[in-house]
């Protein structure tokens, strides 16, 4: 490939991988996913909660508890846009999930910076994760989870700006405490996201052992980046580990519920859990509709390929065909970049590996593309690579340098239509959807909010869920949509939330009626 094919990566891969991630997070957000699933809507209310109370919690235990960086986010969202609407909820995630798409470009890159094609491998990588249903998805709904992901890949992008330092010649320690200080501070915001983001401290260690292994890095010089990385980690996570101390089970909360080891046969579901999680990218993946085009593979099958090859790609023959486009390096500069590809490659395996530790010892529908959401960033970089070594084979065995460039671009502005079609309009025009995300509960809140605050109005909770102030979970879209998680709200705005036993107490013969369910 000549200089022309990766200048234009150097210069516009990234704007152009953003603009295209930053247009499938948040174009129609306002309307599409359709309706606010009640997971959802507690963490507007609790958001709301804090902004009128002051009142800004590590953690929020109600809804079997969530960590509360995220929401305390959206009450700043709150306060900054003053509308209750889902799409203030979801915007959170959307931003989240396009800073994951830039820590994945900066991380690819910086890799294999030493080489021409770093900014292509980087596109590759970032391009097939900006356009991947399966974090499209959570990139636009309000779960905390999308956190996990954008904030491991930038802790693990800094801590390997550190362990760099540690390479060069002349070291300058002042520089690489800096930095693991940076980096274990980003890293141990994580811990503030998402349940199985508390699996990751094995991908920390095994990162510091691989560079140890690999580069030959003297025991000193990395245990200080380890040890600074870790004391910073450590210190953000005080807040949330003190209350942890002091409330231990919420620590646990669900796990105990629903880990394999509460079942009859652990090890027989630990297999069928390992086999059906493998199978969820190119076969079966998660059948809610909430997460998935219910039972399709969590990677296009297009890009499906590219994964498999990367994960083949340290076969001597793939490999060599993946890094060398070529180019003419003497001998020990090409080992040093062996090395760095060795290196990556090594970090992404491990990567799906722990990410995959509290899916598949959780027996709860599986696959789960949402307790998966840490193996996303991996997938696609492995994906790139594979990317990487196709284009590379396929423009040695083209002819004609056109109708390879224009083959390319052809297949990336089909991807970029087929993902649009498949989230816009396969997806979320599907009635399963709005079932998925209870939009009809989103109908009666706005009912309500039509309605003259001088009418009493009651809403009879008709359906089941987990207690949140005596009312069972599936109200609390309604409770966000009409502003009435608190009592005093709900006098405010004469608006009151009965269970149906309690519906023979409703006195006011002028008083509205409504029930969650149809009766």
């Known amino acids: 490939m000549n200089e022309k094919f990766y200048s234009f990566f150097r210069k516009y891969g990234l704007i152009t991988v953003l603009i295209i991630a930053i247009f499938f997070r948040f174009y129609n957000l306002s309307i599409t996913p359709p309706g606010l699933y009640p997971d959802e809507a507690i963490n507007g209310n609790n958001a709301s909660q804090a902004l009128s109370t002051g009142d800004y919690k590590v953690f929020y235990p109600e809804n079997n508890g969530r960590e509360g960086l995220f929401i305390n986010i959206q009450s700043f969202l709150l306060y900054i846009f003053?509308?209750?609407?889902?799409?203030?909820?979801?915007?959170?995630?959307?931003?989240?999930?396009?800073?994951?798409?830039?820590?994945?470009?900066?991380?690819?890159?910086?890799?294999?910076r030493k080489r021409k094609y770093s900014h292509l491998v980087a596109f590759l990588s970032s391009f097939f994760t900006a356009i991947s249903f399966w974090h499209v998805d959570f990139s636009r709904m309000g779960f905390r989870a999308i956190m996990a992901p954008a904030i491991l890949v930038w802790g693990i992008y800094l801590l390997i700006l550190s362990l760099e330092l540690l390479k060069e010649q002349k070291i300058n320690y002042k520089k690489?405490?800096?930095?693991?200080?940076?980096?274990?501070?980003?890293?141990?915001?994580?811990?503030?996201?998402?349940?199985?983001?508390?699996a990751t401290p094995i991908l920390i260690i095994f990162i510091y052992l691989l560079y140890k292994w690999i580069y030959k890095i003297d025991f000193k010089k990395i245990f200080t980046s380890f040890a600074f990385y870790v004391i910073a980690s450590l210190i953000v996570f005080s807040p949330l580990g003190i209350y942890f101390i002091k409330n231990p089970g919420d620590f646990f909360g669900r796990t105990s519920e629903i880990s394999i080891t509460s079942s009859a046969s652990p090890l027989k579901d630990l297999s069928s859990n390992i086999i059906k999680t493998l199978g969820m990218f190119d076969f079966k993946g998660d059948s809610n509709w909430r997460h998935n085009i219910s039972g399709s593979p969590e990677i296009y099958w297009f890009v499906g390929i590219f994964?498999?090859?990367?994960?083949?790609?340290?076969?001597?023959?793939?490999?060599?065909?993946?890094?060398?486009?070529?180019?003419?390096?003497?001998?020990?500069?090409?080992?040093?970049?062996?090395?760095?590809?060795?290196?990556?490659?090594?970090?992404?395996?491990?990567?799906?590996?722990?990410?995959?530790?509290?899916?598949?010892?959780?027996?709860?529908s599986i696959p789960h593309a949402l307790r998966s959401i840490l193996m996303i960033p991996p997938s696609y970089m492995l994906a790139g690579l594979g990317a990487l070594a196709f284009i590379n084979y396929f423009q040695k065995k083209c002819s004609q340098e056109k109708i390879f460039y224009a083959t390319l671009i052809i297949v990336g502005v089909f991807l970029i239509f087929q993902s649009y079609a498949s989230y816009f309009i396969f997806w979320a025009q599907n009635p399963n959807v709005a079932n998925a995300f209870s939009?009809?509960?989103?109908?009666?809140?706005?009912?309500?909010?039509?309605?003259?605050?001088?009418?009493?109005?009651?809403?009879?909770v008709n359906a089941d869920g987990v207690l949140v102030n005596g009312i069972p979970m599936p109200a609390e879209t309604i409770m966000f949509i009409?502003?009435?998680?608190?009592?005093?709200?709900?006098?405010?705005?004469?608006?009151?939330?009965?269970?149906?036993?309690q519906e023979k107490e409703i006195n006011d013969k002028n008083a509205v009626v409504l029930y969650l369910e149809p009766k």
Do not use: C
Not at 332 to 359: D, G, Q, R, T
Not at 483 to 501: A, M, R
């Open 482 to 501: 009409t502003d009435t998680f608190t009592q005093e709200k709900q006098k405010e705005k004469n608006i009151y939330y009965l269970l149906p036993s």
């Open 176 to 198: 690489i405490i800096l930095m693991s200080v940076l980096g274990g501070s980003i890293y141990g915001l994580g811990m503030y996201s998402y349940i199985a983001y508390r």
């Open 82 to 112: 003053k509308v209750h609407a889902p799409w203030v909820l979801r915007s959170e995630s959307a931003f989240w999930g396009v800073i994951t798409i830039l820590g994945i470009y900066l991380l690819t890159q910086y890799i294999f």
């Open 439 to 460: 939009e009809n509960y989103v109908q009666l809140g706005n009912q309500l909010n039509q309605m003259p605050q001088s009418i009493k109005k009651y809403v009879i």
């Open 307 to 364: 994964f498999i090859i990367g994960i083949f790609s340290l076969i001597p023959k793939i490999k060599s065909s993946a890094i060398n486009l070529s180019e003419k390096q003497d001998e020990s500069e090409e080992s040093e970049k062996n090395k760095e590809f060795e290196f990556f490659w090594w970090i992404l395996i491990f990567w799906m590996f722990m990410a995959m530790l509290p899916v598949v010892f959780s027996n709860e």
